[in-house]
């Protein structure tokens, strides 16, 4: 299911780029560690989904996980940076074709998505494959979300070119929630950490309204007038509660003795 990307372009010169900065180490530590606590969440499939960070203090150049690794594999040093052109920075072997096509498009394209994740996590995934809207607004877990998402609703098979790239990121929009039908879903953070935080919560979302659904009994919706308060009052303190959470999750994973930090 994954793909090689071979652009056929020889590998760009890294010599002028400070890619050794104290806050590009960080960035580095922790998409690694999303993607070890994606793993160990059951997020990821095979060696097929990717996350990507912008680098800082570069607009042009993002992380991107190598192609053949699963996620409970990834390490900071793994971590390849490349521009979009499909030139591999810094790093050792190549993006997943798909990879690249997605998320250097949709980086490109909207300078205001600092970090991108895409998987196809069951739950989340599910969702995905009923008609109608995905997530409903139904418990205060979803409401994290509430006018927040994007549908597309055009499955067109894989993203092996820059114009799937670039349909996916006009579909996407403002939203900071893609839910591709009959796909999987994309996150869009404006920091690594909330990146993290919200595929962390929808998946919680997408699992607990599939249990309710499950029950085959009638849906009890939240008002429109509470959905949007509610909302509001989670996103005035999201970035602290990311950046908490995804502080506590490197604390475990260390604990754990897993070297996402090697």
């Known amino acids: 299911m994954a793909h090689t990307l071979s ?38 499939e095979g ?18 996980n ?44 909207m300078p205001r998505v600092k970090a991108a994740f895409h998987t196809h996590m069951p739950n989340a995934t599910a969702l995905c494959l009923l008609d109608g809207p995905p997530l409903l607004w139904l418990g205060q877990t979803s409401l994290k979300f509430y006018g927040r998402t994007a549908v597309d609703e055009d499955y067109n098979g894989l993203a092996l070119d820059n114009a799937e790239g670039d349909r996916i990121a006009r579909t996407m929009g403002d ?29 919680r979302a997408a699992e607990v309204q599939l249990r309710a659904m499950s029950a085959n009994r009638p849906l009890k919706p939240v008002p429109h007038g509470i959905a949007q308060r509610t909302y509001e009052q989670m996103r005035a ?16 994973l260390r604990a754990r003795g897993i070297d996402f930090e090697a």
Not at 7 to 23: H, M, Q
Not at 194 to 200: G, I, K, N, R, V
Not at 237 to 252: N, W
């Open 7 to 44: 652009s056929g372009a020889p590998r760009a010169a890294s010599a002028s780029a400070r890619l050794d900065a104290p806050g590009i180490a960080e960035a580095r530590r922790q998409l690694a560690a999303c993607f070890r606590l994606a793993a160990l969440n059951g997020f990821e």
């Open 47 to 64: 060696v097929c989904n990717h996350f990507s960070a912008m680098v800082p203090g570069h607009d042009d150049l993002f992380f991107v």
């Open 66 to 109: 190598p192609y053949g690794y699963a996620f409970g594999e990834i390490t900071a040093s793994r971590l390849l940076i490349c521009d979009f052109d499909g030139n591999v920075i810094d790093g050792e072997g190549e993006p997943e074709a798909t990879a690249f096509y997605i998320h250097a498009r949709v980086h490109k394209l």
């Open 175 to 203: 939203a900071d929630i893609l839910f591709l039908k009959n796909h999987g879903v994309m996150v869009a953070g404006a920091t690594i950490a909330e990146a993290w935080d919200d595929l962390y919560y929808l998946e």
């Open 237 to 252: 303190g999201d970035a602290e509660s990311a950046r908490a959470h995804l502080a506590s999750g490197m604390r475990q």
